[in-house]
């Protein structure tokens, strides 16, 4: 019996198909795509012993091991994971790193125990890898950016987000691309924020937008790397910028990183079934610790006196709830620190300006635009 395959790439990322990854934990964990799930055939010390069966005895007997190793109850837990999976996603596809025989195993196994037929991504994981870096290359050569700009905290995300042709390449980042932009969960490898921005591209090209509008970032948004290709395509564009007067930004950065920052930490200590106390001590941590990693920048005196406002404004929220205290610090370092830089930065960079306005005014500009 022929197992079906199938090799429609970009039809397949484009409409969100739910992906059902059979490879071990380790090499999930290194790169995936966006919709998938990993429900090994191996787990990581299966798949050590059969490599190393098979360098030493070849083939045969590495396929028989895995026989041994995977059968009965372990054999019909991993056959009831996938089936599960494939009821909840009846479009899903299945794929291995090559799609070879990890892949055509699932697919029998899945056949012979419930009469479900999924079909196998032509070449696995390494063919839609590869795919997704060549037409990251070709897309981003036909893509028109448009760059939004503007001071630390004029609400360039917030903007974006309102935008059917921008990519929020913090948002597939995991990181608010400051030096205090850390968020609560971890950032993705390199290589699926890479394969993230692919899709992403792919979705807009498909229905033909090109004039796409980006964030000005610089090349890494936190410890990744933005794609060669397309940033090349950013540092040429022109830009608009939203200006934003210094009480907004000090609103906006107290929301985003005080409010916000807060509520997450806290629900993160319940969800470990810690005190709000616990949960309050690692925001207090998290905020302390972002402001370390510029001390040299800032300057010995100038971090001594913005960490004695952080600390202050920290006790008298632990203390009532009240947050008005964080304005002070945060003030000084969009004044003092962000603001010079970004202004060094623009001079830099040269960009052609093509509006200078408010939210409500670039919004409408932006729209136009595309």
């Not at 790193?97 to 012979?112: A, N, V, Y």
């Not at 200006?243 to 005080?258: C, G, P």
């Not at 106390?277 to 972002?290: C, T, V």
Request: net charge negative.
């Amino acid at each position: 019996m022929m197992l079906p395959e199938v090799d429609n790439f970009s039809e397949l990322l484009c409409a969100n198909t739910p992906l059902l990854d059979v490879r071990a934990p380790v090499e999930f964990s290194q790169g995936a795509f966006p919709t998938s799930l990993n429900a090994p055939l191996l787990n990581d010390l299966e798949r050590e012993e059969i490599g190393i069966r098979y360098k030493h005895e070849g083939q045969e007997a590495a396929v028989a091991l895995g026989a041994e190793l995977i059968q009965g109850k372990v054999k019909a837990q991993r056959v009831a994971q996938w089936a599960n999976f494939i009821e909840q996603n009846p479009s899903g596809v299945l794929y291995c790193f090559r799609g070879g025989m990890r892949s055509k195993i699932t697919q029998q196994w899945l056949f012979d125990e419930t009469g479900l037929m999924v079909p196998r991504i032509k070449g696995g994981y390494k063919a839609l890898r590869r795919f997704l870096m060549n037409e990251t290359e070709r897309l981003a050569a036909l893509t028109q950016p448009l760059i939004l700009g503007g001071r630390t905290g004029a609400g360039k995300t917030h903007l974006i987000k309102e935008l059917s042709h921008s990519i929020d390449l913090e948002k597939l980042a995991n990181h608010r691309g400051s030096s205090i932009g850390r968020q609560i969960t971890p950032q993705p490898t390199q290589i699926n924020f890479e394969n993230a921005v692919a899709i992403e591209l792919m979705k807009l090209h498909e229905k033909g937008v090109m004039d796409i509008v980006f964030e000005d970032e610089s090349p890494n948004v936190g410890s990744l790397h933005i794609p060669h290709s397309i940033y090349d395509q950013m540092r040429a564009a022109p830009c608009v910028v939203l200006d934003a007067s210094l009480d907004q930004r000090i609103d906006i950065t107290l929301q985003e990183y005080v409010v916000e920052m807060t509520e997450q930490y806290l629900a993160q200590a319940q969800e470990c079934g810690q005190s709000a106390e616990a949960g309050f001590d690692a925001f207090s941590e998290y905020i302390k610790n972002s402001l370390t990693r510029v001390k040299r920048r800032l300057g010995g005196d100038r971090y001594n006196d913005i960490s004695a406002d952080m600390d202050a404004a920290l006790v008298e929220q632990a203390r009532s709830g009240n947050i008005e205290l964080h304005r002070a610090w945060i003030s000084r370092m969009l004044g003092e620190y962000y603001d010079p830089m970004y202004d060094y930065q623009r001079e830099k960079r040269g960009r052609t300006v093509k509006n200078t306005a408010h939210y409500k005014e670039i919004l409408k500009f932006l729209h136009e635009y595309q």
